[in-house]
Nanobody, 120 residues
Framework: QVQLVESGGGLVQPGGSLRLSCAAS????????MAWYRQAPGKQRELVNS???????DYADSVKGRFTISRDNAKNTVYLQMNSLKPEDTAAYYC??????????????WGQGTQVTVSS
């Protein structure tokens, strides 16, 4: 099994910054994609950013130019630097990782979520 532990959420004023971290541990053979999703109250979970093991990234239009995803493959950790935060960024942020636990076995794991609240 693969476990994901997130950290870095909190309360920030509009225009402020936060950095989220997510560390993967367990029976990891390789991690292909690491991603951040978010879910606001009453809304569906949506993809915010993703990054592959080769560094290719994808961003939701709503966060382009403000959020930056990065990963440290040696530490099996993904980061989300969030700048110029807006009240509409308020949500629970979830880390997701997909990869292999062995030559023929795969995993698709989620973190427990970390709350980000943007408010004055």
């Amino acid at each position: 099994q693969v476990q994901l532990v997130e950290s870095g959420g909190g309360l920030v004023q509009p225009g402020g910054s936060l950095r989220l971290s997510c560390a993967a541990s367990g029976s990891i053979f390789s991690i292909n994609v690491m991603a951040w999703y978010r879910q606001a109250p009453g809304k569906q979970r949506e993809l915010v950013n993703s990054i592959t093991d080769t560094g290719s990234t994808d961003y939701a239009d709503s966060v382009k130019g403000r959020f930056t995803i990065s990963r440290d493959n040696a530490k099996n950790t993904v980061y989300l630097q969030m700048n110029s935060l807006k009240p509409e960024d308020t949500a629970a942020y979830y880390c997701n990782a997909r990869g292999r636990t062995g030559r023929y076995t795969t995993f698709d794991s989620w973190g427990q979520g970390t709350q980000v609240t943007v408010s004055s």
